[in-house]
């Protein structure tokens, strides 16, 4: 019996771990293109199917010290999330006002 809930936790962690991988190439793609709001959507997502995975594991208290630890990872990649949302709507603010200030210096010169 203790053979095959091995087996069992095997295929979970490969399957999540191929997940994962999964996410962590999307993840990086989109940081190097800066495309924040695709970023966004796939955190999110890979936040519900961790969320999901820890959910299904068996009762077992090293198991449930250990979701507490990975959880808390997930909520503080969430608080890091909404920073780089932030940081990211004052850039954008930022920019969209320079460009509207060289618009209005071209206008002027010319």
């Avoid at 191929?18 to 993840?27: R, V």
């Avoid at 940081?31 to 519900?48: F, H, I």
């Avoid at 299904?56 to 010290?65: G, H, R, Y």
């Avoid at 990975?70 to 320079?98: G, H, M, P, W």
């Amino acid at each position: 019996m203790l053979f095959q809930i091995c087996i069992i936790d095997l295929m979970i962690e490969k399957g999540i771990q191929h997940t994962l991988s999964g996410f962590s190439l999307e993840i990086k793609e989109l940081v190097e293109q800066g495309e924040w709001d695709a970023l966004n959507e796939v955190l999110t997502q890979r936040q519900k199917v961790l969320s999901s995975f820890f959910s299904q594991l068996p009762k077992n208290p090293q198991i449930e010290e250990l979701v507490g630890i990975i959880k808390n990872l997930q909520n503080e990649d969430a608080d890091f999330l909404q920073t780089v949302q932030r940081q990211k709507a004052a850039i954008e603010k930022e920019y969209l006002s320079l460009k509207q200030g060289r618009k209005s210096i071209a206008a002027y010169q010319e």
